[in-house]
Structure formats: structure tokens, C-alpha cells
């Protein structure tokens, strides 16, 4: 059996992830396992989205860890590997400085990709195959500094767009109130001729709602609802104890059912899919298809 071992590291404003994955020519088919997955909660949007540049201290950290997952990616034998960063370095205004600084540490080069490049690694993820033909689908990414939204519809792309809405991003009233407007008049757009309109979450607060919830992979809007009326009436410790989530997870998960929430309402979805897909993995697919696909290939799948 042919096997290659691919890896991920997704830098972004709250975590930095390093997905490791098998990629098998099974039966025919290339098929994508993940082996592990690390996740670190850095929170680099802190610093970027409230002073406009990284620290001196998550400078220093970032470039520990990025020696540590060197040290993870060596030991675990992967062949092909990428590391990619989304708006936390891409807005900080030391991004350069803090780039090189990571790089001569840890030895590690480091794409800084935009909106686009995030959205083609989300499509690199087969979201085709999760659509019904006569619904609009709203691919909804909440992350530390921004949300990602991908329109779908008879399983092809309508629209993509990031608004400066994030778990952790701080905006004044006015600029706050703006950007959901501006979310609105977007969602509006494109949707308007459609009956049916559901949402696709990816992200870890999404992906640990499902697993909270114990919802396998659909999301009821009330089920939110529900819940987010219990978190706020829990302290910060009983989310903790009860919940039994970290730390990071505990301060962010409330944010993002709020964020997610009034995303639905204004795509008037009453579901959100939660099909546990994210920029990482979307960087293993584009690996494989840029670097060992052919012409010739079978025909890719996903075993989880």
C-alpha cells in the first residue's frame, strides 16, 4: 500500500494547529486520515487587534513553537509540509520583523496568505459533496480576527468575503455596527433568490459545539440559542469543570455562538453542517494535488 505522510501548520489570530495526515491509495482511491492533531492557543489576535503589532513575548513564543512542531513533523516522518498564517501576522504591522525573527530561530518559512488563499483551501475540501442541489449553502469560518464566508449554490461558488468580526478582534461600536452591515447588505446579495439557505461551520468552536452538543455533524439554530443562554450563566470556572473545555476554549466559545447566530439569522438558515473541516486541512489536499496528483488519479475521498 502506497502511503505518504503530508503536514499543516495553520498559524492563526487565536490557535496554531499542526495536522499531520496519511494520504493511501486504497482500493483506487486517495484517501486523506488524519494521523494527530496539536493545537496551541498562542491568541496572537490579541496583540495584533488591539495594539496593531505582535509582542516581543508572542514573537518569542511563536518562534518556540514553530522549533517545537519542526521537532513533531521530523519525528513523525513527513515528507511534504507547509506552514500558513492568516490575519493576525498578515494585519500586524511588525509582520515582516516577526517573520524573519521566526524564521532564523526555528528555520521554518512562513506563507502569509490572504482571504482568497483561505477560501481555495476550504474548497480544496470537497464542500461539493455536503450540498443539496436546491439549497444555498453559506460556508462560515469564525475565527480569532475575522469571519470567512463562502456562498454555494448546485455546488458552485457564488461569492467569498471576510469581515473584520472575530472572537477576539475588539472594534469600536461604530466599526462593529459597520461591519455587520456590511455583512448583511453581502449575505443579502447573494442569497436573495434563494428559499433555502443553510450554514457549513468550520473552526474548533464550531467543531466542539458538535461534540458538546452531541449533534453529529448538523447544528439546530434553537440548539444554539439554548446553549448560549446556559454559557452566560456560567462563570468562566464552571465552563471549565462542567464543560470540561480549556482555557482558550472557555474564554472564545460564547463569542463565536454569537457570532455564528447572527450569522444565521441573517441568512435566515435554521441549520448549520458541521462537517469538522478547516484551513488545514485544506493545505494537505492542495499539498497532494500539487504535488503528487496526476492525471490519472483516483478519485479522492476523506476518512476522518
Not at 461558488?157 to 455596527?177: N, V, Y
Request: proline share 2%; hydrophobic share 40%.
Amino acid at each position: 500500500m502506497n502511503v505518504r505522510r503530508l503536514g499543516a501548520i495553520d498559524i492563526g489570530s487565536n490557535s496554531v494547529r499542526l495536522l499531520i495526515t496519511d494520504v493511501l491509495d486504497y482500493n483506487g482511491r486517495a484517501v486523506f486520515k488524519k494521523d494527530s492533531l496539536v493545537r496551541i492557543p498562542l491568541k496572537l489576535g490579541e496583540d495584533t487587534f488591539s495594539t496593531g503589532y505582535i509582542s516581543e513575548q508572542k514573537k518569542e513564543k511563536l518562534a518556540i513553537l514553530m522549533q517545537s512542531f519542526r521537532g513533531l513533523i521530523q519525528v513523525n516522518d513527513v515528507e511534504l509540509w507547509r506552514v500558513c498564517a492568516t490575519s493576525a501576522i498578515r494585519e500586524a504591522l511588525n509582520s515582516e520583523d516577526v517573520l524573519k525573527y521566526v524564521t532564523a530561530k526555528s528555520g521554518i518559512d512562513i506563507d502569509v496568505i490572504d482571504c482568497k488563499e483561505e477560501a481555495r483551501f476550504i474548497l480544496a475540501n470537497n464542500i461539493d459533496e455536503l450540498l443539496e442541489e436546491n439549497r444555498a449553502y453559506i460556508y462560515t469560518d469564525v475565527g480569532g480576527g475575522n469571519t470567512e464566508l463562502i456562498i454555494f449554490h448546485k455546488n458552485k461558488e457564488i461569492a467569498t468575503e471576510a469581515f473584520k468580526l472575530g472572537t477576539l478582534r475588539t472594534l469600536s461600536p461604530d466599526e462593529e455596527k459597520g461591519e455587520w452591515e456590511r455583512m448583511k447588505n453581502w449575505i443579502t446579495e447573494y442569497s436573495k433568490d434563494f428559499v433555502k439557505v443553510s450554514l457549513i461551520g468550520s473552526g474548533g468552536n464550531i467543531n466542539k459545539l458538535d461534540s458538546l452538543l452531541r449533534r453529529c455533524g448538523r447544528i439546530r439554530r434553537e440548539e444554539l440559542v439554548s446553549f448560549s443562554a446556559k454559557l452566560k450563566k456560567m462563570s468562566y470556572e464552571e465552563r471549565l469543570v462542567n464543560l470540561k473545555i480549556n482555557r482558550n476554549r472557555a474564554e472564545v466559545i460564547l463569542p463565536a455562538i454569537e457570532i455564528y447566530l447572527r450569522v444565521m439569522k441573517l441568512a435566515r438558515a435554521l441549520v448549520i453542517e458541521t462537517p469538522i473541516i478547516g484551513v488545514a486541512d485544506g493545505i494537505i489536499k492542495d499539498l497532494y494535488l500539487t504535488h503528487f496528483y496526476q492525471e490519472a488519479a483516483p478519485e479522492l475521498s476523506i476518512s476522518k
